[in-house]
């Protein structure tokens, strides 16, 4: 089938790389010295009642009054310098602040004390940001995972947590961490993506996202597959934004990193076990509890377990429009991973029954890569048609499909619609919701 083909070209990524140089191995003695008689001339106490800028500057000019006592030969510029990252050390999260100042920064990576990594336009760099030694690493760590009411120590080596604007953050301490504290930040920035801009970077078309806004406005449920880094989140956080107002949303999450723009969201996290191993809250107790509490939808942000049984009953019991996330590779390897962990939660569960489940309560599939040159796409979006025989099928509505590598490997091909009109098209007529054929007859290249 010919359709007619539109050329859009990409947009670039920002190179700008971060301008602050380490301060000098005498210097950084002099800031933590510094730091620590700052900590024995005020009272932290009364820092926590203060509001936000007076306490910054009673900081700042207690940082300027010890400086002004050190002997050490120091320039205007490098006063400075140590008085901000004193600030840094007090306020926020030492070395890691400048980073997260940097919204082009996708994800800091620390591996080492002195080895740390940010991801920026879908590549790994490698920065200048060092801390003092494992110590100084840790009390970072502890920061982030105490002000969200978790622990990290030897007994619970691994912990998830999350920054205040949303930030998702995975620790890993010793035994577990063979060279030191290990500590991963992947990051939202604080205005999220909204579908236009998706368009605009053609991690999808245009037809593609009216395709899904009709999916979620009519109530279908949706599963977000691809893998790590891929961008299941932001994808999830956009369809999100097409839930009408008026509808009462429980988000269920591991770390709380959603960001909806509804008023009306109840918002859920699980729990780890405490210091003697109990008082865990899992993602499935969290589904079930959701069920109790008259939601119009339920988004999880991940399924990796048990609760995929009680998410695909959810989705089969009422409780239309329901989105969460998967890890898998395609659309076809996101059945199968359904039924392994259906399986996980109901060992006597047929394959055949794990399968009627599926196919009765999920309508749409839409899978989510990262390409060799770093972007984002949406690779397929796939119709759950039911089942033949013993098998659930499938077919694929769009596609993106790679056609070679450009200037300085960035990848090119195109969005082609496959010309099946997707069975659900008459639910989302009956929804009242409007959606043009021609979506379905227009390939966009990207070069």
């Known amino acids: 089938m010919a359709f007619p083909t539109i050329v859009q070209n990409e947009n670039g990524w920002s190179n700008r790389s971060h301008s602050r140089q380490p301060l000098s191995l005498e210097h950084q003695e002099l800031k933590f010295a510094l730091h620590r008689k700052l900590l024995d001339r005020i009272k932290l106490e009364t820092l926590s009642t203060m509001a936000s800028d007076r306490a910054r500057t009673e900081v700042r000019s207690a940082t300027n009054r010890l400086l002004e006592e050190e002997r050490s030969p120091l320039s205007l510029m490098e006063r400075e310098r140590i008085s901000e990252e004193i600030l840094d050390e007090v306020f926020g999260l030492g070395p890691l602040e400048p980073l997260l100042a940097d919204n082009t920064i996708a994800d800091i990576l620390v591996t080492t004390p002195g080895m740390v990594y940010i991801e920026r336009g879908g590549k790994l760099q490698k920065t200048s940001i060092q ?7 840790r009390r970072i760590i502890e920061r982030i995972v105490s002000r969200v009411g978790r622990r990290i120590d030897e007994s619970s080596p691994m912990v998830d947590a999350r920054l205040p604007d949303g930030s998702r953050v995975n620790a890993v301490i010793g035994p577990v961490a063979v060279d030191g504290p290990l500590l991963s930040i992947r990051r939202f920035g604080r205005d999220p993506l909204k579908a236009e801009d998706l368009v605009r970077m053609l991690a999808m078309t245009q037809g593609m996202m009216q395709l899904m806004e009709a999916a979620v406005k009519a109530r279908l449920n949706i599963i977000i597959t691809g893998g790590t880094g891929a961008g299941k989140t932001t994808l999830l956080n956009v369809l999100s934004s097409f839930i009408p107002e008026d509808e009462r949303i429980v988000t269920i999450e591991d770390a709380a990193e959603l960001q909806l723009r509804q008023e009306h969201v109840a918002r859920m996290e699980t729990r780890p076990p405490n210091v003697e191993n109990m008082g865990a809250i899992r993602i499935r107790d969290l589904v079930i509890n959701a069920l109790r509490m008259r939601p119009d939808r339920i988004i999880v942000g991940e399924c990796r377990g048990e609760e995929a049984i009680d998410m695909l009953q959810a989705m089969n019991t009422g409780h239309d429009g329901s989105l969460t996330t998967l890890h898998c590779n395609s659309p076809r390897d996101a059945i199968g991973r359904l039924e392994v962990m259906v399986g996980m939660a109901n060992a006597n569960m047929g394959v055949r029954a794990i399968r009627q489940q599926i196919s009765s309560a999920v309508h749409l599939f839409i899978q989510v890569s990262r390409m060799s040159d770093g972007t984002r796409r949406v ?33 090119l091909g195109r969005f082609r619609p496959t010309g099946v009109r997707p069975k659900f098209y008459e639910v989302i007529k009956a929804a009242g919701v409007e959606l043009p054929l021609s979506i379905f007859q227009t390939v966009v290249e990207v070069i």
């Open 131 to 137: 801390f003092k030694d494992e110590a100084h690493l």
């Open 379 to 411: 690779t397929h979006i796939t119709e759950c048609v039911g089942m033949e025989g013993e098998q659930v099928t499938s077919q694929d509505i769009f596609v993106f499909e790679k056609t070679g590598l450009g200037e300085k490997g960035r990848v």
